[in-house]
């Protein structure tokens, strides 16, 4: 290590699932700042587990868009390190073993509800993503009780009532209420791939992951993940929650706003830095 090496490790994690935006940019040029700030190690993560929605010309979109907004890092998928795979779909071992962990502590329930938000758990619950609180219903419900064959995913049980709390490195001091501002989370769904939390939690813990950078519309996600350290007994990493790029109408920037897609903006000549600006010292 150099005299100005320091126990920060912070990380970008795009989805393949559709080009870079505005909105992204912002988001982890803040990551990238904070970690290079402390002197700190930057890590690239290929959040690929969504493979009804991921594609191949994203991770080199994501890749040639990091790169032109002058960001870089020091593993990644690109270029390896000593905590790969940075591939989330090359981790699937480690994913199990967290699986199991969960179910030897008792922490996590087989569910046997087809509902839609099991489909989504796979993806980040970005603004109006979330899914509806859990009633509860297979609670109690144990593996050895389902028929053979039965269809069910895992859901992680929550204290109803427990208030989890942190203080967000931008946001300041936040409190969920469990039951209330999420339910009981699918952690493992039935057609065997882990969801968001699960692969978040077990991939910022793998890796020494100290601060996750991210935008706000994740903060409730941060209690579901503290629960999860938690449970695991394992070290949770510091929040710094960013403000989010709104669009004219005040709506999250998506995936369909084409015209501030990185690329679109890289077509139109425009210079990074200035759509930077601003950012690095909000940040
Ligand atoms: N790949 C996830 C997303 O794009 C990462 C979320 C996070 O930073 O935890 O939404
Ligand atoms: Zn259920």
Not at 33 to 58: I, K, M, Q, W, Y
């Amino acid at each position: 290590m150099s005299a100005a090496a320091s126990f920060y490790r912070g990380r970008i994690a795009p989805s393949p699932t559709g080009f870079l935006h505005l909105g992204h940019a912002r988001t982890f040029a803040t990551a990238w700042r904070r970690a290079r700030d402390a002197g700190g190690s930057v890590v690239l993560r290929n959040d690929d587990l969504d493979r009804d929605r991921v594609r191949p010309e994203f991770v080199e979109g994501f890749l040639e868009d990091l790169k032109w907004l002058g960001l870089d890092w020091d593993e990644g998928p690109d270029r390896g390190g000593p905590f790969g795979s940075y591939n989330q779909s090359e981790r699937m071992p480690s994913y199990a073993a967290t699986l199991a962990r969960l179910r030897e502590g008792g922490w996590v329930y087989p569910c046997t509800c087809s509902r839609r938000d099991i489909q989504g758990a796979v993806a980040a619950p970005h603004a109006g993503d979330e899914e509806p609180v859990y009633p509860g219903t297979c609670r109690g419900k144990r593996v050895e009780d389902l028929a053979p064959g039965t269809r069910f995913s895992w859901r992680f049980r929550i204290s109803d009532g427990e208030t989890v709390s942190f203080v967000d490195g931008r946001c300041g001091l936040r409190g969920y209420v469990a039951g209330r501002a999420f339910g009981d989370f699918v952690v493992w769904r039935h057609d065997g791939v882990p969801s968001y939390q699960l692969a978040c939690v077990a991939d910022d813990a793998a890796m020494g992951i100290t601060e996750v950078v991210r935008g706000e519309d994740l903060l409730a996600s941060a209690a579901r993940q503290l629960l999860l350290y938690r449970a695991l007994g394992l070290r949770a990493p510091a929040f710094f929650h960013c403000p989010l790029v709104l669009d004219e109408a005040g709506a999250r920037l998506a995936k369909r706003h084409e015209s501030l897609s990185l690329r679109a903006l890289r077509e139109q000549g425009r210079d990074p830095a200035e759509l930077l600006a601003g950012t690095l010292k909000a940040g």
